[in-house]
């Protein structure tokens, strides 16, 4: 746009305008267009031309374009998609009403007219506010009179440019919708929206999405972090001098309550490279001061033997600021602050090696012991001697504990050396039965309810408490190698969509082999069976939507009858027949099947 002054605008004309004297604006919101809609509309306007005018305004001084081409003389401010159809449909002129406008009122119209579109994305409309607060110094509560939207409405919209390129590119190729662009945009750095971005078009192994609020506990978690329970001061503005006072910083939740309406509490920061920085400042300062006073500091390897995990107290000290180490219902600072401070006693800072952020103030039993007398808190000191001599006792009797723990697991240990090096050493002997029990129940014992079940009825068992069952059974077999040998088989039945191939089933595919069943033979019986079954039941269906004839009534009982009434009974004998064949041993089941074919034809139809 090139006109800054405010013309009069005598009036708009209406006229046909020849194509090549219109140029396109270049602040239209409208990037984008589905080239599929635009070719029907060309061949629309090519059939029955344009039916509703564009807007222009005319254009002043020199303009550039190809050396055989016209000037431009209008600049277009509504109708982008009209005239690139009329290009393609190769139209000379298209009707259009000419406006004296201003830039600020040509891009008030455009950004306007942008939202009455039903295909507008929420990044073209944003970026159309941007232009309009940017080119006529309007504020988000004045551009949300102007387009009649709320304040909230207009400071989401922009909120979506803050996206980094590549979140852009997923919004626009919908890989994300705008509720989803928006959290990754509340992300004040590039790399986290980009990690951000990854989770929430990243399939997990079933190939589903995360849902929306599932992405909102993620960004909550992994990307702000609560003021409320920072170890430093969120009014110091010196601590970080670029960051300045976590109370006045925009990143707070607090700071844009419309933005972060989903969000619990004012005081969360949004920024977790900023929050830590200011958590590394703060150890810093608290770390240089304690020296300059002279303060202990203990940390790295020394701190971890005193402090294994994150739950355990801090071994031969007591932290002043945690009501646990206290004999009383205050912290130990509350209690013994003032006589720490009378006879110049500095505590010791022990850094926490679970996170290095944490500074605990700490002092020797001793050391509290004296301050306690020394504040005449009889009470207070009676109760932590008391609670010492208590502590004395807990730390022999774990000691006595920890040292049976260590001799109940080392006999075991040394109990499986010698057993391995007996069976090394020959001669080598097969699994005894009473081991193939045990094998066989471990196994058995890992099957719910449900997988019990069904083993059960594959081995006659009955349906009522399947577990027990499998456990007399195993236990009272002659056979318990072939009942292990079952197991590891069963075990591995079931389809593992999520894994390739046979992959899925390795304990089932080994004992298929080991007894030499082809299981490529079996896959085909089986998918023949299923389409003769489902070729039987469309038949039955058809026969079953098919009326009886006129002056037919229900069929008698005749022999007939009663053998297709009977027919049902003897497939299920034949599916008890099969079942009972899985057991039979290879040899026997090999000669079984030969024979099968025979059998099955001397079966009543």
């Given at each position: 746009?090139t ?7 005598t009036?708009?004309q ?11 604006s270049?602040s ?5 267009f ?9 061949e ?6 344009v ?6 305004r ?18 277009l ?7 690139r ?17 201003t830039?600020?009122?040509?891009l ?13 994305t929420?990044?073209?409309e ?24 709320s304040r ?6 922009l909120?979506?440019?803050?996206l ?16 989803r662009g928006?959290l ?9 929206q ?11 192994y ?12 993620h ?5 702000m ?10 009014t110091d ?5 670029a960051a ?7 990143k ?19 920024d ?5 920085a200011?958590?590394d400042a ?14 202990r500091?203990?940390?790295?390897n020394?701190?971890?033997a005193?402090m294994?995990?994150t739950w ?5 000290y007591?932290r ?6 206290s004999?009383g219902?205050k ?12 006879q ?5 800072l ?13 002092l ?11 504040t ?8 932590f ?7 004395a006792?807990?730390?022999k ?45 471990g ?22 408490d ?18 292990m040998?079952?197991?590891v ?17 390795p304990?089932l595919t ?8 082809d299981m ?12 003769a ?15 009886p ?10 022999a007939?009858?009663?053998t ?25 089941s090999?000669?079984f099947s ?6 099955l034809d001397?079966?009543?139809?």
């Amino acid at each position: 746009m090139t006109q800054d002054t405010t013309p009069q605008d005598t009036g708009a004309q209406m006229r046909m305008v020849p194509v090549a004297l219109i140029q396109e604006s270049p602040s239209n919101p409208r990037k984008h267009f589905d080239q599929v809609k635009l070719g029907e509309l060309a061949e629309s306007i090519q059939a029955s031309g344009v039916h509703q005018p564009i807007l222009l305004r005319p254009l002043h001084g020199t303009h550039d374009a190809p050396d055989d081409a016209p000037v431009p003389v209008y600049e277009l401010v509504v109708g982008a998609r009209r005239l690139r159809a009329c290009k393609i449909a190769q139209v000379t002129d298209v009707p259009a009403m000419i406006r004296k406008l201003t830039d600020q009122q040509a891009l008030e119209i455009q950004v306007i007219e942008n939202l009455q579109r039903e295909d507008v994305t929420e990044l073209e409309e944003a970026e159309g506010y941007e232009m309009l607060i940017g080119t006529s110094g309007l504020t988000v509560e004045q551009v949300a009179a102007k387009i009649g939207k709320s304040r909230s409405y207009v400071y989401t919209r922009l909120k979506i440019l803050d996206l980094c390129q590549q979140a852009r590119m997923a919004l626009r190729e919908g890989l994300i919708d705008f509720s989803r662009g928006l959290l990754v945009a509340r992300i004040p750095d590039e790399v986290l929206q980009i990690k951000a971005l990854t989770y929430c078009t990243q399939p997990d192994y079933n190939g589903d999405l995360p849902g929306y609020r599932d992405f909102v506990r993620h960004v909550q978690f992994n990307y702000m972090l609560n003021l409320g329970a920072a170890r430093f001061k969120t009014t110091d503005a010196t601590l970080l001098p670029a960051a300045g006072s976590c109370q006045k910083c925009p990143k707070r939740t607090g700071a844009n309550p419309d933005l972060f309406k989903d969000v619990d509490g004012p005081d969360m920061c949004t920024d977790p490279k900023c929050y830590r920085a200011k958590q590394d400042a703060h150890v810093t300062a608290v770390k240089r001061t304690a020296l300059e006073r002279g303060q202990r500091i203990i940390e790295g390897n020394e701190a971890k033997a005193l402090m294994p995990h994150t739950w355990s107290e801090i071994k031969g000290y007591l932290r002043l600021d945690n009501k646990a180490d206290s004999p009383g219902d205050k912290p130990l600072r509350k209690l013994i602050g003032k006589a720490m401070e009378q006879q110049g006693i500095q505590p010791t800072l022990v850094i926490n090696p679970h996170d290095g952020n944490d500074l605990v103030a700490v002092l020797s039993c001793a050391e509290v012991e004296q301050l306690l007398k020394a504040t005449n808190n009889q009470a207070a000191a009676a109760k932590f001697e008391e609670q010492t001599k208590l502590d004395a006792e807990h730390v022999k009797q774990q000691a006595d504990v920890d040292a049976q723990r260590v001799y109940e697991e080392q006999w075991r240990w040394d109990v499986l050396v010698a057993t391995w090096d007996r069976i090394k050493s020959g001669p080598h002997k097969a699994p005894a039965d009473s081991v193939l029990r045990h094998i066989a129940s471990g196994i058995a014992s890992s099957l719910n309810q449900d997988r019990a079940k069904k083993l059960c009825q594959l081995l006659d068992l009955g349906k009522a408490d399947p577990q027990d069952k499998l456990r007399q059974h195993i236990a009272s077999t002659d056979t318990p190698g072939d009942m292990m040998q079952l197991l590891v088989a069963f075990r591995d039945v079931e389809y593992r969509h999520w894994l390739p191939g046979l992959d899925a089933n390795p304990g089932l595919t080994l004992m298929a082999e080991t007894f030499g069943i082809d299981m490529e033979t079996v896959q085909a019986q089986t998918r023949a069976k299923q389409r003769a079954a489902a070729k039987a039941q469309k038949a039955q269906s058809k026969a079953a939507q098919t009326p009886p004839a006129r002056g037919q009534g229900k069929p008698r009982d005749t022999a007939a009858g009663q053998t297709r009434k009977t027919a049902p009974k003897t497939a299920k004998e034949l599916s008890g027949g099969a079942k009972r064949l899985a057991q039979i041993p290879a040899e026997a089941s090999a000669d079984f099947s030969a024979d099968l074919p025979q059998t099955l034809d001397k079966v009543p139809a």
